[in-house]
């Protein structure tokens, strides 16, 4: 179902003194932020069952932390296999928004086709993997049971789709370039939806085009989950949230390291350019990895076991996710839903900063801000205004 009106409004008031001074911007959110509301009074069980209907943009995300956070409230701990299991379907997932942006929103953007029949082929894909994975909708429930046998062929297939349609190569490829001139020459020998968006922001010289910084939401300790537990029980923090009164965001720039990352912030700061390599290389790590879980089964591998959480959480496409959930006698008393979205477009926030450094023609900032916006995915329709004329978008979908 696509949203009709804007969630998200933008307003762009450009600089008079060639931006000396920064644009004057202003974020407007109507998010519904307080929806978990509904669930209150409801039994844990029927909670599972409806959140994912309520929230159908990253709903494998949203259960998945949604679950654990009634597992927390309830001091249950679900079986390593069965985490293993929800997390190969939260990366499933998170890649098939990340391809959406790459095949849908990008050519757009760029004045060309969006490549439905690629997208139609990962959902495809998707749908069975989901299928195999969670065959009686009870991945998501209390007493949940794994070890189900995945093939792996739709895993080899939809990585191989990424291969060829996104890196013209392989993922494995992409993440062996290290440095700013192989990127180049990339760019040059590849004709993909991604190669041609790096292309159109080197050609437009748009490599450092909101490089307004950035401040990442940490990596959270049991003490600091405490603590963020406690301030989204405070009215307006999930509104408007920060931490140690400090807006941060979440996106794939604050969770993805690589060598040509690096030297590409240390040259072009935290722009265009870095959001897009940021992307990318998250896209390029959950495709490598899905054959991987074949590798070591559903069992946790060493090194690599989860923290202890104190609030539902999960890791979604477009950021951290958080379930603070109070229960008494198998009925909800209080539900909390911090999304990435309030991070990342805090009206204080990166989006602020970055569209505030935007220079060019009206038509220039606005497919400037636009771009921008895409690469940190609002999730949500949104519009961008400016004194010149308002461009808008759509992020959501069934």
């Known amino acids: 179902m696509m949203r009709q009106t804007a969630a998200l409004t933008i307003n762009i008031a450009p600089s008079s003194k060639g931006n000396s001074e920064g644009n004057t911007v202003q974020l407007h959110s109507d998010r519904p932020v307080l929806a978990a509301n509904y669930f209150i009074g409801k039994s844990v069980d029927e909670t599972l069952r409806l959140l994912p209907m309520l929230f159908s943009v990253c709903s494998k995300a949203q259960a998945c932390a949604s679950v654990r956070g009634f597992e927390c409230a309830l001091n249950q701990n679900a079986e390593a296999c069965v985490q293993r299991q929800r997390q ?84 494995e490829q992409w993440l062996a370039i290290t440095d700013l001139s192989e990127l180049s020459r990339w760019q040059k020998d590849t004709d993909t939806s991604a190669s041609q968006l790096l292309n159109a922001i080197s050609d437009k010289q748009w490599q450092s085009s909101g490089d307004g910084g950035y401040s990442p939401l940490p990596e959270l300790t049991p003490a600091q989950q405490n603590e963020l537990q406690q301030l989204m029980a405070q009215d307006g923090f999930i509104a408007q949230p920060t931490w140690h009164n400090q807006s941060c965001e979440s996106t794939p720039l604050t969770r993805n390291q690589s060598p040509l990352l690096e030297q590409c912030q240390q040259h072009f700061g935290t722009g265009l350019l870095a959001r897009a390599i940021a992307m990318l290389t998250e896209v390029a790590n959950l495709a490598a990895n899905l054959l991987r879980w074949f590798r070591y089964g559903y069992s946790e591998p060493a090194g690599e076991q989860s923290p202890t959480w104190q609030l539902g959480h999960a890791v979604a496409a477009r950021g951290q996710l958080f379930h603070s959930v109070q229960c008494q006698n198998n009925t909800v008393t209080d539900y909390r839903i911090l999304a990435p979205t309030e991070w990342n477009f805090h009206p204080m926030g990166v989006v602020k900063a970055a569209l505030g450094q935007l220079q060019g023609s009206p038509n220039a900032l606005k497919l400037q801000a636009q771009l921008f916006i895409e690469l940190l995915d609002p999730c949500v329709a949104y519009s961008v205004s400016t004194h010149h004329g308002v461009a808008t978008g759509v992020s959501t979908h069934a």
């Open 88 to 171: 190969i379907a939260v990366d499933v997932e998170s890649l098939r928004e990340h391809l959406w942006r790459i095949f849908l929103q990008w050519p757009q953007l760029l004045g060309s086709k969006a490549k439905q029949p690629i997208l139609a082929e990962v959902f495809r894909l998707q749908r069975a993997l989901d299928a195999q994975l969670n065959p009686n909708n009870q991945l998501f429930t209390m007493n949940a049971k794994g070890a189900l046998q995945v093939d792996s062929v739709c895993m080899k297939q939809l990585k191989a789709l990424v291969d060829l349609q996104v890196f013209g190569s392989s993922c």
